[in-house]
């Protein structure tokens, strides 16, 4: 029994695998034109992804940078320590 169930599954794998026409020969295959272009529009399409990231991440930087200064400027202001001067502050 474990014979004929060895025999089954070497001809299901040897039928599975077919071989090659004789001129086939492996080192010559390459992806040709199709295969450069999909690769090139990968290629294009990882790099744009990557800058929109890069430009998405410094407006990200300066908004909370300007969010920083401008509740500072509040702070600072509510304080009264940064109170303008005016010309007629500064004659006494």
Do not use: H, K, W
Request: proline share 9%; with cysteine.
């Amino acid at each position: 029994m474990m014979a004929f169930v060895s025999s089954v599954m070497n001809n299901v794998a040897l039928a599975a695998t077919p071989t090659p026409p004789p001129d086939f020969d492996p080192n010559t295959v390459t992806p040709g034109v199709i295969g450069f272009i999909v690769v090139l529009l990968i290629a294009v399409a990882t790099l744009l992804l990557c800058l929109d990231v890069v430009r998405r991440i410094r407006r990200t930087t300066y908004r909370a940078q300007i969010a920083e200064r401008l509740e500072a400027e509040i702070a600072a202001r509510d304080a009264g320590s940064t109170s303008p001067r005016t010309p007629e502050d500064t004659s006494e």
